[in-house]
């Protein structure tokens, strides 16, 4: 009975817990079909899918001004592929460094954690006042890119170092043993078994900086980010063409997932015989 | 001056918190020799092994190779080759892909490579599995593709860590006798770690007997399991009563030891000072047991007195647990033959004894 009372009261909890989860989605979807004369609400006017041309700015005459993205867009992609690149490097490297116990290896791991326990506004300010002191420019390629990364690291480096945590190194050890190089044995046995942690890291770093807002909000000077462009958007009016556009970057992040999920299944079917082995040892 | 596969002088790992792991290793291995290292957890013998491979730094000392100094060359720069208790396969390769990586980074001509990987293949029975993932194999087959991986690249030496540890007791048997063909026809010099000691002593010319980061003795295995020369090798090897004693004496090539039973003759394996205390080790395959009349008279040498506590029978070997009284048990092993005395039961009365040329007496620990 107890038992019975419980079951259900959690199937209501995982209920609501989905409402709340993709309830935002679903209404912002369905509203990116209203017709040229609706409002960012219910009820819908008239199905159409007019806010996605408008978006592409095929709506000539239209009195709502065309959604200022495209260049944001591009350079927000770019900012994230370059924090990926180098902070998924980063990661890659100091979790291969923290697999022996260092010389102060423990203030070094708070030291890169802290870059993601620190508010965003508080270090974006900060980055902002030290770049006026030392008079370099604000852009998104430098002051915010560099935050994006001291962001971005932290994660990608936890990623690698609880890959590494369970790797068993006398696979390398092996390798060395037959007389191949640590450079090659890298290349050839360490990181064809440490990619799906690689992938994991590159996705979250691109994610985070993708979206990032405060911590660019104060950096990327002129040029604009597409999250601050949205937000800048907000600021005027609200019209379902923002709608549309959520839908199509949530499509995006799902592609993304998508080609990360191929290839994790890829990675992980080679490497079952590891775990294989090491049950049986 | 001969020269040696391998010599250790005088190796010594310790950890930079203060522990010693190996101390005053000193060994030298002839070209084609099987050696085992044998001792329990924690001896230090696979930190040893690991320094010949080049996997550990030594704190002091020298390993040469061929009498050039290696000590501080690095694990892919020596002549060896190890195989590890967990085989340590690359699970992204398949099984020719595994055995050829060694030669195949060495950038060896495909044609030759081919070649020696099939001809390997061939002497272990893998070539039916040659494109399979070595997820999908047995115990065995991974612990051959291990081996193979790690001859094909022509070792000098191959240091094997436990190799048969993971194997099931059949298994281990099968691949225990392969392993003993293949190093008589490759004649490559094999140091093996093991915790086993039938598998030490089926296995090696000879035997090192490692405790506490020390050796204890190093010996060809009849000798080691005859003549231990010190406790810990009379205790870890074969079935022996160890009998405490003191004011040892000499008497040709005899010697013998007060103890709490009586004297106790046999031979000294290590040099020893007279009136020293000492051990006697009594097998427990050389004794032999007899029915106690009452009215004998105890003169016989070497005899002791007590009452069955324990017997069983396993296959062809009785296993006798005879009580001398004071805490004191001597285990004894006959043949399951001599109906007369598997007759014995529990609480009878009975006397062994032991010829003195099969007992030994060691250093007290």
Redesign the interface.
């Known amino acids: 009975m107890e038992a019975r009372a419980l079951k259900s009261a959690l199937g209501v909890y995982c209920g609501v817990f989905l409402l709340f989860l993709y309830g935002p989605m679903v209404i912002l979807a369905i509203l990116s079909f209203q017709g040229p004369n609706g409002g960012p609400q219910f009820p819908i006017v008239q199905w159409s899918t007019y806010w996605y041309r408008h978006l592409l700015e095929l709506t000539p005459g239209s009195r709502v001004s065309y959604l200022p993205v495209g260049d944001s867009l591009l350079r927000s992609l770019a900012l994230a592929v370059m924090t990926t690149i180098v902070s998924t490097v980063l990661g890659v490297i100091t979790g291969e460094a923290f697999r022996t116990r260092f010389k102060g290896s423990g203030p070094v791991f708070y030291l890169i954690i802290l870059g993601m326990m620190v508010p965003g506004v508080l270090v974006g300010l900060g980055m902002a006042l030290v770049a006026n002191m030392i008079g370099i420019d604000r852009t998104w390629w430098g002051t915010a890119f560099v935050l994006h990364v001291v962001y971005t690291y932290p994660f990608a480096f936890l990623v690698m170092l609880a890959i590494f945590n369970r790797f ?1 190194r ?2 390398e ?10 450079a ?2 890298f290349r ?2 360490t990181f ?2 440490i990619f799906p942690g690689v992938l994991s890291a590159m996705l979250f770093a691109f994610t985070l900086s993708y979206d990032e807002f405060a911590r660019t909000l104060f950096t990327s000077g002129r040029e604009l980010t597409l999250p601050l462009a949205i937000y800048g958007t907000f600021s005027v009016e609200i019209y379902p063409n923002i709608f549309a556009f959520g839908v199509l970057t949530t499509l995006f992040s799902f592609t993304l997932l998508g080609i990360y999920a191929l290839l994790m299944l890829r990675a992980v079917s ?5 775990k ?3 049950e ?2 | 001056m001969t020269i040696h596969d391998l010599e250790l002088i005088d190796v010594c790992k310790t950890y930079p918190d203060g522990t010693t792991a190996v101390s005053d290793f000193n060994l030298q291995v002839e070209p084609g020799e099987f050696v085992a290292f044998l001792g329990p957890s924690g001896c230090g013998k696979t930190t040893t092994l690991r320094m010949i491979a080049g996997f550990e730094s030594i704190s002091s000392g020298r390993i040469m190779i061929k009498s050039k100094d290696v000590s501080n060359i690095p694990p892919e720069r020596r002549p060896t080759s190890m195989i590890f208790q967990n085989y340590a396969l690359f699970p992204h390769m398949n099984v020719r892909e595994n055995i050829g990586f060694g030669l195949d980074v060495k950038k060896m001509p495909a044609a030759e490579r081919d070649r020696k990987v099939d001809r390997i293949m061939d002497m272990f029975g893998l070539s039916e599995l040659a494109e399979r993932k070595v997820d999908r194999l047995s115990g065995g087959q991974r612990q051959r593709i291990a081996l193979a991986r790690g001859l094909v690249v022509e070792p000098q030496i191959l240091l094997l860590d436990e190799p048969l540890g993971a194997l099931d007791a059949n298994l281990r048997r099968v691949i225990q006798n392969e392993l003993k063909l293949l190093q008589r026809e490759l004649g490559i010099t094999f140091v093996f770690v093991t915790h086993a000691q039938s598998e030490a002593l089926g296995l090696s010319d000879r035997i090192v007997v490692m405790n506490s980061g020390r050796i204890e003795q190093i010996s060809r295995p009849h000798e080691l399991y005859t003549r231990p020369r010190t406790a810990f090798v009379a205790h870890f090897i074969g079935s022996n009563t160890t009998l405490a004693g003191s004011d040892l004496a000499f008497e040709g090539e005899n010697a013998s030891v007060q103890t709490a039973f009586g004297r106790m003759t046999g031979r000294c394996s290590t040099p020893m000072a007279a009136g020293a205390q000492a051990m006697a080790v009594i097998p427990a395959e050389a004794m032999r047991i007899s029915a106690a009349s009452p009215k004998a008279v105890p003169t016989g040498q070497n005899q002791l007195h007590g009452r069955i506590h324990m017997r069983h029978a396993v296959g062809s070997i009785g296993h006798f647990k005879i009580d001398l009284g004071g805490g004191h048990v001597v285990d004894v092993e006959t043949s399951t033959d001599n109906k007369h005395l598997m007759a014995l039961t529990v609480g009878d009365a009975v006397s062994v004894d032991c010829p003195p040329e099969r007992i030994t007496i060691v250093p007290a620990s």
């Open positions: 068993d006398s696979v050890e092996a390798s060395l043993s037959l007389g191949v190089s640590p090659q044995t050839r046995v064809p078994m080679r490497q079952r015989s590891f294989g082995q090491e049986e040892a």
